[in-house]
């Protein structure tokens, strides 16, 4: 089955880090651009990072410049995102979903069902 | 950067009506846009892209629209299960990944 499943998310304090991790099962995972697209409660979507099929190119909201990082190891079909010093701002469902070409800047046909991530002391 | 403004911000039908939501762009888009649906707690669903043509699966009664800076969301005839929240999408404009505010179908 041609899916995306994310992990990693949870309850951390403000200034901490998580990491979420996002595994594509049943495509050539490096055929394709990946993101990370996040929605805070009862809000609309909100895209934070993408990343090239070859790991090459990536691109951060300026929301989380300098804060979060995107990577991936295609040798596990597996998409990350770093998470660091963490704000109540980012709390959201995080959203991996992936992009329709193997570099930036396309539409996302495929879209997982999206790992909680709850900022708060 | 290109905005994206989208409207309705809330719109109420009944089954069988026939409901169309806008999406205008800032600047010249061309046909990069996409349309979005999505059902409360679940993740979005693709619907339409280059502004008019309909993903793999996607019911008939879904049609998109437009070029340039305005573009329509059509759904021809209201099903119970299409009240959602939909979301337009401006792609290939890297690094611009910009959506719509969205728009909540409702039950009227």
């Known amino acids: 089955e041609v899916q995306v499943l994310e992990s990693g998310g949870g309850l951390v304090q403000p200034g901490g880090s998580l990491r979420l991790s996002c595994e594509g099962t049943?495509?050539?995972?490096?055929?394709?651009?990946m993101s990370w697209v996040r929605q805070a409660p009862g809000k609309g979507l909100d895209w934070v990072s993408s990343m090239a099929g070859s790991g090459g190119s990536t691109y951060h909201a300026d929301s989380v410049k300098g804060r979060f990082t995107i990577s991936r190891d295609n040798s596990k079909n597996t998409l990350y995102l770093q998470m660091n010093s963490l704000r109540a701002e980012d709390t959201a469902v995080y959203y991996c979903a992936r992009e329709v070409g193997v570099q930036l800047g396309w539409y996302c046909d495929l879209w997982g069902r999206g790992t909680l991530v709850t900022v708060s002391s | 950067d290109i905005q994206m403004t989208q409207s309705p911000s809330t719109l109420s039908a009944s089954v069988g009506d026939r409901v169309t939501i806008t999406c205008r762009a800032s600047?010249?888009?061309?046909?990069?846009l996409a349309w979005y649906q999505q059902k409360p707690g679940k993740a979005p669903e693709l619907l339409i892209y280059?502004?008019?043509s309909l993903e793999s699966g996607v019911p008939s009664r879904f049609s998109g629209r437009g070029s340039g800076t305005e573009f329509t969301l059509t759904i021809s005839s209201l099903q119970p299960d299409d009240f959602a929240t939909y979301y337009c999408?401006?792609?290939?404009?890297?690094?611009?990944?910009?959506f719509g505010q969205g728009t909540k179908l409702e039950i009227k």
């Open positions: 049943g495509f050539t995972f490096s055929s394709y651009a």
């Open positions: 999408q401006l792609y290939n404009s890297y690094p611009m990944y910009t």
């Open positions: 600047q010249n888009i061309n046909t990069w």
């Open positions: 280059d502004a008019s």
